[in-house]
């Protein structure tokens, strides 16, 4: 399997539970954390590898044994007071300050970034050691608590449910669980003096001056998901959060739960309506259904921009055939020099994975029919729920459920430079 960022996570072990502890000064950027990892050898171990950014390491223990550990180049090296055998568990607790800072990419900065007023987290796919030690792959998936201690005035929307709330002394502390698998990547916490709305049983946090806009803009979102779970299956989560920052943001982004989007995606117009369909179809692809390996990241992006083209045609736009039609038009012009399958780093969040992705979805619609089709996708969200894909797992799916000559069809579009 194909390792798109071989300095980032460690196969020997997993992590079975993250417990995050952390103190947040919005006017400084400044984080107190503490981390406490449940992990799990996959093969004996003396030491294991935490990816983390650049902070203050003040200790780490390993089942309350203080432990020797070294902190440079995005590593924290731990050394293990005992010898774990495969299978054996231990506590890992490391605790930190500093002041947050976006890890370096291609795509600029990710993960914790301060905004004009508050912090949020968008951490695809390095981001997640901007803020906590993990293991940062996306085939370690886990349930997490998350605790954040901030001034009053802010809100905090962290993954999952919030199960306390208390105040003390001028700040609040707000207690997250997500008891759902998630990927460390989709780890995510907002920071804002929001406001909360209900529109359609979704809680929209957003800047108040924004409510009609915001009400207006997100409006058909209960439709919206009445169509995902009819086409993808039922919801996977136990709760659903949208975000809309007092910030200009490039694009929204997906987090397990949750979906962030700049104030400049909210016009009171729904001219952003398309990215509210794709942000909303990631729960199932992507959140739900996470890639075990970064090459597969069709299975995420190609899965929801092809949700948006559902959508258009649900709610009285474009069809997706007609949608199709055009983009094949488009990427018949542009470089056919990638695999879908395999696209490489440098091209990894490619607008062509994208529409290429949603095309391949629909010539095997087209060939099967839509029950057919639909089946198979209900099917396939709820054989992986909460678990991790591949693109050979999904060739070998469609390939359970239609007649062979699909799959030449479907890998001449993941694995042929050339459009089919």
Request: charged share 20%.
């Amino acid at each position: 399997m194909t390792s798109y960022f071989p300095s980032h996570g460690d196969v020997r072990y997993g992590v079975s539970q993250y417990d995050l502890t952390l103190k947040y000064r919005v006017s400084t950027n400044w984080l107190d954390g503490t981390a406490l990892l449940s992990v799990v050898a996959h093969e004996q171990l003396d030491g294991l590898d935490l990816d983390f950014g650049q902070f203050r390491v003040s200790g780490v223990t390993v089942d309350g044994v203080t432990a020797r550990y070294t902190h440079r180049d995005g590593k924290l090296r731990v050394g293990l007071p005992w010898t774990l055998r495969v299978g054996a568990t231990a506590a890992v607790e490391v605790r930190y300050t500093g002041s947050p800072r976006p890890v370096r990419s291609v795509w600029g900065g990710l993960g914790w970034e301060e905004l004009t007023d508050g912090a949020l987290v968008a951490s695809q796919p390095i981001g997640a050691p901007s803020w906590f030690p993990c293991n940062d792959r996306p085939g370690d998936k886990v349930p997490y608590r998350i605790t954040v201690t901030t001034a009053s005035p802010y809100q905090v929307i962290a993954n999952g449910l919030l199960v306390h709330k208390y105040r003390s002394a001028g700040t609040t502390t707000w207690v997250y669980e997500q008891p759902e698998p998630m990927a460390s990547y989709l780890a995510s916490v907002q920071i804002g003096r929001y406001q909360f709305t209900d529109v359609g049983g979704t809680r929209l946090a957003h800047p108040p001056r924004l409510g009609t806009r915001v009400r207006h803009d997100f409006g058909r979102q209960d439709q919206m998901m009445a169509l995902f779970v009819d086409r993808f299956g039922p919801y996977p989560f136990a709760a659903g959060t949208v975000v809309v920052a007092d910030d200009d943001l490039d694009i929204p982004i997906e987090a397990q739960g949750m979906a962030i989007f700049g104030r400049n995606h909210v016009d009171g117009r729904r001219g952003h309506e398309r990215l509210v369909a794709h942000e909303l179809a990631h729960q199932w692809f992507g959140n739900s259904l996470t890639v075990a390996s970064w090459q597969d990241i069709w299975l995420h992006e190609g899965f929801a921009t092809y949700a948006e083209w559902l959508w258009s045609e649900a709610s009285g736009g474009p069809t997706a055939g007609e949608l199709a039609t055009r983009w094949r038009r488009r990427l018949e012009i542009l470089p056919q020099d990638f695999v879908l399958g395999d696209p490489g780093t440098a091209l990894l969040f490619d607008d062509r994975v994208y529409k290429r992705g949603a095309l391949t979805l629909h010539a095997i619609r087209r060939k099967l029919g839509d029950q057919a089709f639909f089946l198979i996708l209900r099917a396939w969200t709820d054989t992986h729920r909460h678990g991790n894909v591949t693109t050979d797992a999904f060739v070998a799916h469609v390939g359970r459920y239609a007649d062979p000559s699909v799959i030449p069809l479907i890998c001449s579009w993941l694995f042929d430079k050339a459009l089919p």
